[in-house]
């Protein structure tokens, strides 16, 4: 009878409303039909954020909402309101605020940081107005450089990579390497090189190397007539606190490596790879007096023949009295020939001009 009476008194009411009402609350009614259909049975009713959105705008349209809402309770259609709100006035009142630089000048300011750990973001800011035309406040610059380093809180010191470029006319580079014999016998290779010129100083091959045998390596380069004062090695047990003195006392400043930090010494390295992949790679050395010969002919080749393109391209050691060639386009001058003189039994072949002409 409760029922009854309560249908009969919606039934009288709806008499008394305009269309307009009637209309919204079928819409409502018949949308939270579609959602318990939509929803599997004896499951949580599930609601798109569209569902959201609609109860949201009918809240704001009718206000008997809260009699027909049946599928959540009237408290949770407010909180998505207030969500709503909450999203609506964050869009309305933000700002646009001042565009970011383009990605290219982000990362050029990136760079030169990295490139120069002495500059500040002023320095940076006066750089690309003066050099490249571009004005930007050093504030801005310092928005963009990483690790947020201002001009303050820069290294005080250069990089060891800087010091060895400004200092390359005057360092010596040295290390070991290891060759392998067809009988399976362990020879070590130790090299000294001149870091400015890439020229090989002095090689010798041993099976036992020694912090003496070492040190008398190093007296044979030194003739009086050496013009380097410093001297790069890493942190082998064999290069002891007396063999550093012993090279101080021939005026070498020793310069130590870091701890595991091959790169310090990147022009060893590098020249004990080329060794590797342009000679040792080929041959199989049988003793210890035949990779001397091997490597004797090859580091030759290497100071007098090979071209280095770090030099501009250039030798390391050009040969006295040798002609510099001057280029000709793409033609061979008339009269000269080219001759090939093949280096390791044709492993490698320099290449020269000779004139026709007896």
Known sequence: MVTLFVSLLFSVSACFRTRATLQVEILALRHQLLVLQRSPNGHRVRLRATDRLLWVWLSRLWTGWRFALVIVKPETLISWHRKCFQLFWGWKSKRPGRPRIPSNLRNLIAEMTRSNPTWGEERIAAELLLK??????????????????????????????????????AILACDFFV????????????????????????????????????????????????????LIHDRDSIYSSDF???????????????FRAPQANAFCERLIGTVRRECLDFLIPLNERHLRGILKEWMTHYNHGRPHSSLGPGLPDPVFGRQRVVAHGHDIPINYHVVAKPILGGLHHEYKLESWVA
């Open 132 to 169: 490249l035309g571009i004005r930007l406040s050093p504030r801005t610059v310092r928005r963009y450089m990483p690790e947020a380093r201002g001009s303050g809180s820069g290294p005080t010191s250069q990089r060891w990579m800087t010091f060895v470029r400004n200092h390359a006319q």
């Open 179 to 230: 060759v392998v014999t067809a009988k399976f016998q362990l020879l070590y290779v130790f090299a000294i090189m001149e870091v400015g010129t890439r020229r090989i100083a002095h090689f010798n091959v041993t099976a036992h190397p020694t912090a003496s045998w070492t040190l008398q390596q190093f007296r044979e380069v030194n003739t009086g007539e050496l013009t380097q004062h410093f």
């Open 244 to 258: 550093d003195s012993a090279l101080q006392a021939m005026d070498l400043r020793i310069l130590k490596t870091p």
